[in-house]
C-alpha cells in the first residue's frame, strides 16, 4: 500500500471501489457512512459487508461525522465523499445551501481537513451545487473554494455526465479537486500556465477528453 484514503459519507463505497480497483496502490483506511434518524443502517451494514474481508472492523464508523473527533481519523493521502445534496437543490424553493441542516455537513469536511491536511481532496456533488442557493446563486460554491484556499489547496472542478462516458444514464455531477501547496504536484502546475495547466494538465483534463472548439466568427 503506497496511498492511503479516508472516504467520507461513504454510502455503500462509490469511491473505495473506483479508487482501489484502479491499483493495488490504494488502500482505503477509515471511512465514515452515517444515515441520519435512521435505526438501521442498510448502507453501512453494505459497505461493512462488502469491504470487512479488505481491512480491520476499526476502519468503519457508523457515527454522525459532526461527532467524530478528529484524533479518530487516521493520517491519509487523500480525502474523499458525497456530501449529502438535499440542501443544494436550487429547484427547491425551501433549500438553505450550505445554511440548511444537510449543506452544513460541509463544514465537517472543512474541520477534518483543517486538522488532516492531506495532499489531496476529490468530492462529488450535485451539478447544481454550481447555482445554490436560489437566492444567491453562486454563493456555496464560492465558500467552499475560499475554505480551501485557505487551508493551501488549488482547486480545480468539472461538471461531468456520466451519460458522456458510456454509461444508461444521465448523471450530471460536480466533481471538486484540491491539491496542498506542500507537495510537488502542486509546484509542478504552479510553473505552468493556467490555461496549460486546465487544458492539458490538471486533474480532470489528463484523464477526461476535452477539446477545443473554436467559435467561427
Ligand atoms: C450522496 S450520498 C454518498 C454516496 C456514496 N458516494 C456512495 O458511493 O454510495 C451521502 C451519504 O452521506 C450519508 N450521511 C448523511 N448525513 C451524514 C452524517 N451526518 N454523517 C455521516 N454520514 C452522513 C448519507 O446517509 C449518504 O449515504
Request: with cysteine; glycine share 8%; net charge positive.
Amino acid at each position: 500500500m503506497k496511498y492511503t484514503i479516508c472516504e467520507l459519507f461513504a454510502g455503500v463505497g462509490g469511491f473505495r471501489v473506483g479508487f482501489e480497483k484502479s491499483s493495488s496502490d490504494w488502500k482505503t483506511v477509515w471511512a465514515n457512512q452515517w444515515e441520519p434518524s435512521k435505526k438501521v443502517q442498510y448502507a453501512f451494514e453494505c459497505y461493512k459487508s462488502h469491504f470487512e474481508t479488505s481491512g480491520g472492523i476499526n476502519e468503519f464508523s457508523n457515527m454522525d461525522i459532526s461527532k467524530v473527533p478528529e484524533e479518530h481519523i487516521p493520517k491519509h493521502t487523500i480525502l474523499v465523499g458525497g456530501f449529502p445534496c438535499q440542501d443544494y437543490s436550487v429547484a427547491s424553493t425551501g433549500a438553505k445551501g450550505i445554511q440548511g441542516k444537510k449543506g452544513v455537513l460541509w463544514w465537517e469536511i472543512e474541520r477534518i481537513l483543517e486538522a488532516k491536511r492531506p495532499p489531496f481532496v476529490l468530492l462529488e456533488n450535485v451539478d447544481r451545487l454550481l447555482k445554490s442557493p436560489s437566492t444567491q446563486r453562486g454563493r456555496d460554491f464560492g465558500i467552499i473554494i475560499n475554505c480551501l484556499a485557505k487551508l493551501g489547496y488549488a482547486v480545480e472542478w468539472r461538471v461531468i455526465n456520466a451519460a458522456e462516458y458510456g454509461f444508461q444514464q444521465r448523471r450530471r455531477r460536480t466533481f471538486i479537486f484540491a491539491v496542498h501547496n506542500t507537495t510537488n504536484y502542486y509546484k509542478e502546475l504552479e510553473n505552468q500556465s493556467v490555461y496549460e495547466e486546465l487544458q492539458n494538465l490538471g486533474f480532470f483534463s489528463s484523464i477526461l477528453m476535452w477539446k477545443l472548439f473554436q467559435v467561427k466568427q
